[in-house]
């Protein structure tokens, strides 16, 4: 059975360790949580890029991938965000094999043609600037794409989104897959950042540690670390981070549970 790795976090406006331990979903469940609830938000790594969100009775799915069998034991969506075409990001296999029924699915219109007919009723198309709310939550979408000459044709400018979702009074930041751009570094009162780092297809450590020293979220959590054929050095990320800002927590998740990194 795949290991599922959650990170209970209690999130207050001026902000606070968090409480993390490897559990199943059912023991966080069972925990008991003497925050308001409306402060709580669990983070669920899945693998790579994919994770769950869960808040209130409220399911994110970001970039799900890897068949059901990857969210065995995970609570149905309510909201999946897809940030671009990759199959590392939008598999609809994995979406046909899951129970979506209920689920909004907020996709750059790039995703959007690409999807089969029957997933038109739930889609919310977002391109870079556009903002949506479901279910109290809010959703920005931010441009996503390469600057260097030999990378541009990963990602061009426009064809996917990173996502701000406002959850509460906190603001969470999933790059999708992107280099150190401006609009990155344009952005303001980030609470939790997720930040891609592997090549050739993003950016260097180094580069995210850049970035991330300007526009200084309270946590960053390195993810989509894994390269062609190399790993990116998450611990030099977060030496580097530590150096140039030592307010801003550098969290390290287990994005890749079966793999020996």
Not at 151 to 156: D, N, Q, R, V, Y
Request: hydrophobic share 35%.
């Amino acid at each position: 059975m795949k290991r599922t790795l959650i990170v209970l976090i209690s999130m207050i406006l001026f902000g606070c360790k968090e409480n993390s331990k490897k559990t199943t979903p059912l023991e966080v469940a069972n925990n008991t949580i003497e925050q308001n609830e409306n402060s709580i938000i669990n983070i669920i790594p899945i693998e790579h890029a994919t994770t769950v969100l869960e808040w209130n009775d409220i399911t994110i799915y970001i970039d799900p991938v890897g068949g059901a069998s990857a969210f065995e034991g995970q609570k149905q969506p309510d909201l999946i965000l897809i940030t671009d075409i990759h199959g590392d990001h939008l598999s609809i296999e994995t979406l046909e094999a899951l129970n979506t029924k209920k689920a909004k699915i907020m996709v750059p219109q790039a995703v959007a043609d690409k999807m089969p007919e029957n997933f038109t009723p739930q889609l919310d198309v977002l391109n870079n600037g556009d903002t949506k709310e479901r279910y109290g939550i809010s959703v920005e979408a931010i441009p996503m794409y390469n600057l260097r000459e030999e990378a541009l044709k990963f990602h061009e400018k426009g064809r996917g989104n990173g996502y701000v979702l406002q959850i509460g009074d906190h603001r969470l930041y999933f790059s999708g897959d992107t280099e150190d751009i401006p609009e990155m570094r344009a952005l303001e009162n980030i609470d939790k950042a997720f930040i891609c780092m592997n090549l050739p297809y993003t950016m260097t450590p180094e580069n995210a540690a850049n970035a991330v020293l300007e526009f200084k979220p309270k946590q960053v959590y390195p993810y989509h670390y894994r390269g062609n054929p190399d790993v990116s050095d998450v611990a030099k990320f977060k030496e580097l981070v530590n150096a140039g800002n030592s307010t801003i927590e550098v969290m390290q998740l287990d994005w890749y549970p079966n793999e020996d990194y």
